[in-house]
């Protein structure tokens, strides 16, 4: 059997000086990604899209009440909010969690079972979005459209999942 030439059956060689020239590059490399990664993050510190008090509907649809897209429905409060995931046509779950850190670090809670489930929004900054407060938001949820009406059921929803 003829051999391929783009496989070679012999192991390659490689010396002790390679080995270490080797990890210091991947260490290097890793140091290097640590540092920009940290400077990113000191340097968006000052930034941090937050989120104004007021009560907000996001989908992944623009067009509110589309079937198959999901909607989440919240009021923010000082920082905590509020709210529900649902589907038009479908059931909801209830969602409270807090703004921080340029996410929103929410608790999801299953309406089936009453599970709880840990879940981060990243907030992407200089967006200005609509609040039904008639504020404007300085953040945008990622991958999210910020929709400006409130529906009778988002109305519903947030009085069903409001602990207060």
Not at 57 to 66: D, F, K
Not at 142 to 162: F, H, P, R, V
Request: glycine share 10%; charged share 10%.
């Amino acid at each position: 059997m003829a051999s391929s030439p783009l496989r070679s059956n012999q192991p390659a060689t490689l010396t002790w000086g390679n080995h270490i020239r080797t990890n210091l590059c991947r260490l290097a490399t890793a140091a290097a990604a640590v540092i920009g990664l940290s400077a990113m993050a000191s340097g968006a510190s000052g930034s941090t899209p937050g989120l104004p008090d007021g009560t907000y509907l996001y989908g992944e649809s623009p067009v509110a009440n589309t079937v198959g897209s999901v909607y989440f429905v919240f009021e923010a409060r000082e920082g905590r909010l509020s709210g529900a995931l649902y589907q038009p046509s479908s059931s909801f779950d209830c969602v409270r969690g807090t703004v921080a850190n340029g996410a929103l670090n929410l608790v999801i809670t299953d309406a089936y079972d009453q599970s709880e489930s840990p879940y981060s929004v990243a907030l992407v900054g200089d967006a200005a979005v609509a609040s039904t407060s008639g504020g404007s938001a300085p953040a945008q949820l990622e991958g999210m459209y910020a929709i400006a009406t409130l529906s009778e059921l988002d109305q519903q929803l947030l009085a069903a999942c409001n602990p207060s």
